[in-house]
């Protein structure tokens, strides 16, 4: 169980799962998946600028969803 203050740091909401990233230099740091999710999602912002790329593919899979 992670204290008060550390959960709200990381703006964790019960339920949420957590990464535990070891980085080169041997240290490690705790995120929750969604945000980096939301990091990984910035990091390819500018191949699209503009474009919900994960929204038009949902999109289109409950668009075939429905023709079938």
Known sequence: MLPAPVRERLELREGDRLVLIVQP???MRLAS???QAEHVQ???AHLAPG???A???IQERRE???RE
């Open 25 to 27: 230099d041997g240290t």
């Open 33 to 35: 998946l969604r945000h």
């Open 42 to 44: 910035g990091l390819y």
């Open 51 to 53: 474009v919900d790329l």
């Open 55 to 57: 929204g038009e593919l």
């Open 64 to 66: 075939e969803a429905n």
